[in-house]
C-alpha cells in the first residue's frame, strides 16, 4: 500500500501563533520539532497498516528558504521519503506513479472560518475566499481536488476541530477526521498534549488505512470553473491580459478548463 501524507503546520497540536510557523521567528523551530514528530506518528501508523511505501510531502509556505522545507529531516522517521517543492502542488508523480491513498495532517481552516486556528487560503494576506464550482473551499479541498486528479481518496484529515468539519462537509461520511485541538479563536485552541495527539493520531492512520477503498475520492467537478476573491484590487493586476484567466470584478479572477487540475494550473501554479 502507497500512502501519501500530505501535511501542513498550522493543525498541527500546540501550534496556534504565527511565529511557530513562520521561518526566522522566534518560535519556529519549536513548531517545525511539533510538525515532525505529528508526521512520525502517521508514518508509523502507515507501516502499522500495511503500507510498503510512505511520502511526506510538506505542503507548508514557511517563507524563504524554509518555504515547503519546514520538517525536521533528521527527526524523520527513516522508513518515509520527503518531498521539499518549490511551489506547493508542483510535485504530483507519486500520484501519478499510482498512490493508493492519502492522508492529510496539520491542515487549517479556510479563510473567514469562525474559530479555526490559523485559518486562511492559500495567503493570509492575499487570498480572500475560493471556489471550485461555486463550492466555497480551503486548503484541504485544495489538497484532494489534487490527490483527486489522479484518483487517489482521502482517508484521514487532522487539524483542529474547524477544519475537520469543513473536510467531512466537503468530502462525505467516508472520511475519518482526528481533531487534536479545538479552536477557541484564530490564535488561541484548547490543545491535546502533543505525546497524546500523536498517539491519537497514529491510531487515527490505522484505522483509516484499515479500508482505504471505503474513503472518498474528491472530484469538483468537470468542466471546472475556479473563483479567487483576493482581498484587494490591486491583486488582481498580474491577472490582467492572460489569456487562461479572467479579471471578472474589481477583486475577482475566474479560470475554467475541461478539469479542474487545468483550471488550478491557471490560477496558480502559471502565475508563480
Known amino acids: 500500500m502507497k500512502v501519501f501524507v500530505i501535511a501542513d ?46 511520502v511526506v510531502m ?18 524523520l522517521d527513516p522508513r518515509a521519503d520527503f518531498v521539499v517543492q518549490t511551489r506547493w502542488t508542483e510535485y504530483t508523480g507519486f500520484l501519478e506513479q499510482g498512490c493508493d491513498v492519502a492522508l492529510l495532517v496539520g491542515q487549517h481552516a479556510m479563510a473567514g472560518a469562525e474559530r479555526g486556528v490559523l485559518s486562511h487560503t492559500v495567503s ?42 469543513e473536510a467531512a462537509a466537503l468530502l462525505g461520511p467516508g472520511l475519518q477526521t482526528l481533531a487534536v485541538k479545538t479552536a477557541l479563536g484564530r490564535y488561541s485552541a484548547r490543545h491535546h498534549a502533543p505525546a497524546r495527539a500523536r498517539e491519537e493520531l497514529e491510531q487515527a492512520v490505522r484505522a483509516a488505512l484499515a479500508a482505504p477503498q471505503d474513503a472518498p ?3 469538483p467537478g468537470a468542466p471546472c470553473t475556479i473563483t479567487v476573491q483576493l482581498n484587494t484590487a490591486d491583486q488582481a ?21 475541461d478539469s479542474w ?7 496558480y501554479l502559471s502565475n508563480r
Open 9 to 54: 503546520m498550522e493543525g498541527v497540536a500546540g501550534i496556534c501563533r504565527w511565529d511557530q510557523v513562520l521561518a526566522g521567528r522566534p518560535a519556529y523551530e519549536e513548531g517545525r520539532l511539533l510538525y515532525t514528530e505529528e508526521l512520525n506518528a502517521a508514518v508509523r501508523g502507515a507501516f502499522a497498516a500495511g503500507a510498503t511505501d510512505v
Open 58 to 75: 510538506d505542503c507548508h509556505g514557511a517563507g524563504g528558504d524554509r518555504a515547503f522545507n519546514s520538517l525536521v529531516p533528521e527527526r
Open 124 to 165: 493570509s494576506t492575499n487570498w480572500h475566499a475560493l471556489y471550485f464550482n461555486g463550492v466555497e473551499v480551503g486548503e484541504v479541498g485544495i489538497n484532494a481536488a489534487l490527490c483527486g486528479t489522479w484518483n487517489c481518496p482521502v482517508a484521514l484529515v487532522t487539524g483542529d476541530d474547524v477544519v475537520c468539519a
Open 217 to 219: 475520492v474528491y472530484d
Open 237 to 257: 493586476d498580474p491577472y490582467r491580459g492572460r489569456t487562461d484567466v479572467a479579471v471578472t470584478g474589481p477583486r475577482t479572477i475566474e479560470a475554467t478548463a
Open 261 to 267: 487540475w487545468a483550471a488550478w494550473r491557471a490560477v
